[in-house]
């Protein structure tokens, strides 16, 4: 469905993503690992056309999408949940949720009852603004807005960031749902027991470059994997 | 008591148009951060579009204005499009070189095209005024407050009950983020500088046939904009409405009590005090728009 074909990217003169392949099925939920500043935002960043790939390219659907400016991309059928949330702070939470379905005409009013209905503390909070919301809310309230524009493809970076573990877990049982409803999500996580238990695929990044690829449970027994990002 | 009346009244009249020059600022200025030294000149627009329209072309009334504000905006989008957008990203003292530039070349623009005379404008309204109680007022007057009225509540329930409204805030929060829901930012910029600019033009034309019509009337239509754009607090819809309102009615009492001749004085007086005492505004904890 998704594929990076060495794809190299940087901010300026800094080159922050080198040679980077990868692929995500249909269905599949991959996960994408690795220590800060190793290039994982960098990467989705790439594909959802925050940023142009100075070469390479991102392929989705047997297209290639890159060099696509970020609204081209989301219409295609990719949403973006970026790092720490960055929910609309001084917008309601239905704002923020109706905003997320900005490439659609149709089907929004149904689309925003099922997010409620998936987020019941969304539907309590409508009017609230949502830089009033605690941590947790505000990933719900972000990973629902970027369920409003129905995507095929969603990019997950770091959803569990910053929140305390309950928040935590209900934030992977909801991606978890997410796929089990069909669609295929590329998640960015530093929890990475949490990911590799729930992932079908991993790959590992170091410094921009993708070291290790494979199965998430074969990924969870592997030596380095283990001392350098479980903790032993 | 009845000279208090009647100050008040001329004062909403004078503080309305203020307020659309303030709403229209505080959007460019407040949320797109670009400090437009040409703001005023959109107001200058917007009065000759209007003597245009009436004097010249012999279009009726109402038309003219819509023409006027209609005018205001398709040059502000042309501006934005030609004039910013290349310098996106680019630091605010780059932007501000190039309005002042804007600035200058409209203003002679005008002087050409129109000459220093002052022009009036041509209206429909009698000339007597209406007698309500203790007050009386020039039905052009009323006929102003009303559309005033009417375009301030129009702007607010565009930015803040419209899917437009709501994308123009999201941009201006977080532009990143708002890419990615699939605003397309560079036209929502587009529409803000050109929504901005329009409301400026209203103003220039609801104005223009109370007082005369000149190149350099612009000037003194920046100040005010800026002036109430700090009294309501950058970006803030409501406090820019209100500081509208409240420099109008405030210059309206310094001209009627103290002196005509210190009108724009009292503005001033009022804008280093708030600078001094609340520098973010006197409706700082008004609701922002982004
Ligand atoms: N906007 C930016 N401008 C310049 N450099 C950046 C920018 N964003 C990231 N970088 C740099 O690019 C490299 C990769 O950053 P990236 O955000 O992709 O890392 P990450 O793997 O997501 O890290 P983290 O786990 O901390 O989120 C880092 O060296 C970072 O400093
Ligand atoms: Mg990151």
């Excluded at chain 1, 590329?186 to 790959?203: I, K």
């Excluded at chain 2, 329209?53 to 038309?63: I, K, M, S, T």
Aim: contains cysteine.
């Amino acid at each position: 469905m998704l594929a990076l074909e060495s794809v190299s990217a940087g901010y300026g003169r800094l080159a922050a993503l080198r040679d980077v392949t990868l692929e995500v099925r249909r269905g599949e939920l991959v996960c994408l690992l690795g220590a800060n500043g190793a290039g994982k935002s960098t990467t989705l960043k790439t594909i959802s056309g925050l940023l142009a790939p100075r070469s390479g390219r991102v392929v989705f659907d047997g297209e290639a999408i890159s060099g696509l400016a970020a609204p081209a991309i989301v219409r295609r059928g990719i949403a973006h949940c970026p790092e720490g949330r960055r929910v609309f702070p001084y917008l309601t939470v239905e704002e923020n949720l109706r905003i997320g379905a900005w490439t659609r005409r149709d089907g929004v009013a149904a689309e925003l009852d099922a997010v409620v209905a998936h987020f019941p503390i969304l539907g309590e909070r409508r009017r609230q603004a949502a830089g009033t919301l605690s941590g947790g809310e505000q990933q719900m309230l972000a990973i629902g807005r970027a369920l409003m524009s129905r995507p095929r493809l969603l990019l997950l970076d770091e959803p569990s960031l910053g929140l305390a573990p309950a928040a935590a877990d209900a934030t992977f049982r909801i991606v978890g749902d997410i796929r089990d409803r069909g669609t295929t999500v590329l998640m960015v996580e530093q929890n990475a027991y949490a990911a590799l238990r729930m992932a079908d695929r991993a790959y590992v990044m170091e410094t921009g470059r993708i070291t290790l690829a494979g199965a998430a449970r074969d990924l969870l027994r592997d030596e380095h994997v283990r001392r350098a990002y479980l903790g032993g | 008591m009845e000279a208090l009346l009647q100050h008040l009244l001329n004062g909403l009249v004078l503080g309305g148009t203020y307020a659309l020059l303030g709403i229209g600022l505080t959007l460019i200025f407040g949320l797109m951060h670009v400090v437009n030294f040409a703001h005023g000149e959109f107001y200058t627009l917007g009065a000759y579009l209007t003597f245009a329209a009436l004097a010249l072309l012999g279009v009726p009334f109402f038309l003219g204005l819509a023409l006027a504000i209609l005018g205001g905006g398709l040059l502000g989008a042309a501006g934005e499009r030609v004039l910013l957008r290349p310098l996106r990203g680019e630091s605010i003292d780059t932007t501000m070189l190039v309005t002042i530039g804007l600035w200058i070349v409209l203003q002679n623009g005008e002087l050409l095209v129109w000459g220093g005379v002052a022009k009036s404008i041509p209206h429909p309204f009698p000339t007597a005024p209406i007698v309500l109680g203790p007050v009386s007022v020039a039905p052009l007057r009323l006929f102003v407050m009303a559309a005033v009225l009417a375009l301030i509540a129009g702007a607010h329930l565009l930015i803040h009950r419209t899917p437009l409204g709501t994308a123009m805030r999201a941009t201006f929060q977080d532009h990143d983020t708002a890419a990615l829901m699939g605003i397309d930012t560079g036209r929502i910029h587009t529409l803000t500088f050109a929504l901005g600019s329009s409301l400026a033009a209203a103003a220039g034309a609801l104005l223009g046939p109370i007082f005369l019509v000149y190149p350099s009337m612009g000037d003194l239509a920046s100040l005010k904009a800026f002036s109430v754009v700090i009294l309501g607090g950058l970006g803030n819809f409501a406090g820019a409405a209100l500081g509208g309102l409240l420099l109008g009615v405030a210059e309206e009492l310094g001209a009627g009590y103290v002196s005509s001749g210190y009108r724009d004085a009292v503005g001033f007086v009022i804008i280093i005090l708030v600078l001094l005492f609340r520098p973010s505004g006197l409706f700082a904890r008004a609701e922002r728009v982004g």
